[in-house]
């Protein structure tokens, strides 16, 4: 089947990118204290020059004194790490692409193996990471409030910098989801809630936050999942009556862009249609939306962590779906982590010179 859908050019406020393919946020902790590098910036450059549409960054995490659990991963705060993004950016925009930094809070977290840990506890709506799991403190109402302003402050230091989007993580078991999750919300104050529309009120907060400190014409994009990391089958919205009713605060409160965290971008997300996850919102929103999960690889991106390698796979149910509609923008990660010139080789049909994945390339950032 031919590629030519994925290298049609996409323009919404702010974005003009040559083509549909977008690289995935993926974490990399090669920033020493949160201040990101020229290696950074090469590795960056690199995905830009191979024609890479749009660039999402890494996490990077927001000004509270315990967004992180890893002192290597990046921050989009403070003198030092905003003059290394200042660098980034304009690697990217010399290489010939856009980006957009992924803005972060990872919320109540295990404790990091190097044994670091920030100086403050871990926050969240609650003391849970999951329900097993307690390892941090309620945020106080002046705690939630201080912090959507840390995310809108991010977001407006983003587009100062010179980024073309930013994305809100808002996924995988991180701060705003685990608002929107009843097994990490018992809040009983209006940050809680029985039901999923309740509890979408602060993920709704921040985004209106973001798109206030931006102004109207700046895309932004949220990240979502219906997932969790210790449970993949989980679904926070089990109906498509649910999931209109999660995601349609978020788009009145300013996102352009749903960007749908799946395992396997394949597999349905409901019962009677085969329409997954980004092609379900798309339908309840209107709003574009980005696909991603597996896309050119036979394993998932979790399984790389613990030690599984992929081989590369056929594109062409991506490209059915993307053809019928389904989604507007495609995320893809470890393929271009692993080789800079994954675009390219997809592109002129070099489908022979495609690498598999191995968790060695997690390692290293890869240049060639």
């Known amino acids: 089947m031919s590629t030519e859908s994925l290298f049609r050019p996409f323009s919404l406020k702010s974005l003009n990118i040559k083509n549909r393919i977008v690289m995935a946020p993926m974490t990399r902790s090669f920033s020493p204290n949160g201040i990101p590098g020229e290696n950074v910036a090469a590795y960056y450059r690199k995905r830009a020059e ?20 890893d002192a290597n991963v990046p921050h989009f705060y403070g003198a030092e790490s905003l003059a290394g993004w200042q660098n980034v950016i304009n690697e990217v ?3 010939g692409g856009q ?27 609650s003391e849970f990471n999951n329900p097993d799991l307690k390892n941090g403190v309620a945020m106080t109402e002046k705690d939630i409030e201080d912090t959507i302003i840390a995310y809108g402050k991010a977001a407006a230091d983003a587009k100062r ?31 809680g809630g029985k039901t999923l529309a309740e509890r ?8 209106k936050e973001v798109r206030r400190q931006v102004g109207e014409d700046f895309a932004v994009i949220i990240r979502l999942s219906q997932f969790k990391p210790s449970a993949y089958d989980f679904k926070l919205a089990g109906t498509p009556q649910e999931m209109e009713a999660w995601l349609n605060p978020l788009v009145d409160a300013g996102a352009d862009i749903l960007h749908c965290s799946q395992r396997r971008f394949w597999e349905p997300e409901f019962e009677g249609s085969d329409l997954n996850f980004a092609g379900w919102a ?33 594109l062409d149910e991506l490209t059915r779906r993307m053809e019928r509609g389904d989604f507007d923008l495609v995320a893809v990660g470890r393929p271009i982590l692993a080789d800079p010139s994954w675009v390219k080789k997809i592109k002129d049909n070099r489908t022979s010179e495609l690498k598999g994945f191995s968790k060695e390339a997690l390692g290293e950032l890869i240049l060639e």
Do not use: C
Request: net charge negative.
């Open 161 to 191: 910098l010179g980024f073309d989007t930013v994305e809100i993580h808002g996924a995988h078991g991180y701060l705003i989801d685990q608002f929107f999750w009843e097994g990490t919300n018992n809040r009983t104050d209006a940050w």
């Open 282 to 314: 798309k339908k309840l929103t209107g709003k574009a939306t980005i696909t991603v999960g597996s896309v050119g690889l036979s394993g998932d991106f979790f399984g790389a962590f613990r030690g599984e390698n992929s081989e590369a796979t056929s």
């Open 50 to 69: 191979g024609e890479v549409g749009l660039i999402l960054s890494e996490g990077t995490v927001i000004d509270r004194v315990s967004s992180s659990n």
């Open 99 to 125: 980006m957009g930094p992924q803005i972060w809070h990872m919320g109540v977290m295990y404790n990091h193996h190097s044994g670091w840990v920030p100086p403050q506890p871990f926050e969240g709506p």
């Open 200 to 207: 979408t009120r602060f993920g709704a907060e921040v985004v």
């Open 93 to 95: 925009h010399a290489g």
